[in-house]
């Protein structure tokens, strides 16, 4: 089955610092998001990503759509504190029956 | 407009009893998505409703998992005789346009976190 791999696992940055973070694929998806869980809550969505090479900004936040298809990235510049969380990335298929594809997450800590 | 409600958001099962999940989509959402998410673990498709239709039902488990979303009231997942395993975060979403659509936004509910005894 399609797989997508976020690593590491945690992130530990300093209020104010940039942070990247890279989710790759052995497939192609066409849509590609970006999620944000907090603790006891689902995902809420912070970018979603429909064309290879596509650049969006959401606020601080900046993401692209790789241009094979098989990666994004997402950057979160000068950090706060209430940027803690899980970070997932997802693709899609597209088609009658296409389904999000989660990857595991990475955990955000913002030492103040 | 409300979000996406789930209910109850904890629940505590016996090995053996039935748990009935329940999810309230979006106002004018006829999509309904399921999904369970393990501890560390990112979320895994189990099955895509519109009304009075299961769409795609390949990530569910064949025994004892059922879902439907009757005409009126709330979408539920329906686990039979859970087991140990069976403990997890159940998160439903739900969207206007459907899978076919690129730009469908999915909308999650907060969950509900299953406790198998």
């Known amino acids: 089955g399609q797989q997508l791999n976020q690593s590491p696992q945690s992130m530990f940055i300093q209020e104010g610092e940039d942070v990247s973070m890279n989710c790759t694929s052995s497939?192609?998806?066409?849509?590609w998001l970006w999620y944000k869980q907090d603790p006891g809550e689902g995902p809420v969505l912070l970018i979603a990503?429909?064309?290879?090479?596509e650049l969006t900004s959401n606020g601080r936040l900046t993401a692209q759509f790789g241009i094979t298809r098989k990666d994004s990235f997402l950057n979160i510049s000068a950090s706060i504190p209430s940027d803690v969380g899980i970070y997932f990335c997802?693709?899609?298929?597209?088609?009658?029956?296409?389904?999000?594809?989660f990857g595991k997450g990475i955990t955000l800590s913002v030492r103040p | 407009n409300a979000g996406v409600m789930q209910n109850p958001r904890h629940l505590v099962r016996r090995r053996g009893q039935e748990a009935r999940l329940r999810c309230s989509p979006m106002?004018?959402?006829?999509?309904v998505y399921w999904y369970r998410q393990l501890p560390e673990e990112g979320l895994k498709f189990m099955v895509y409703?519109?009304?009075?239709?299961?769409?795609?039902e390949s990530g569910m488990p064949k025994e004892r998992f059922s879902a439907e979303f009757p005409k009126e009231g709330p979408s539920i997942l329906r686990i039979q005789q859970v087991v140990r395993g069976d403990s997890a975060a159940y998160f439903c979403?739900?969207?206007?346009?459907?899978?076919?659509?690129?730009?469908?936004?999915?909308?999650f509910g907060p969950g509900t976190r299953l406790t198998v005894l």
């Open positions: 106002k004018g959402h006829s999509h």
């Open positions: 979403a739900s969207s206007t346009l459907g899978a076919s659509s690129i730009t469908d936004t999915q909308y």
């Open positions: 409703l519109q009304k009075e239709n299961i769409i795609d």
């Open positions: 497939s192609i998806f066409n849509t």
């Open positions: 997802a693709g899609r298929t597209t088609g009658a029956n296409s389904k999000l594809t």
């Open positions: 990503l429909y064309k290879a090479g």
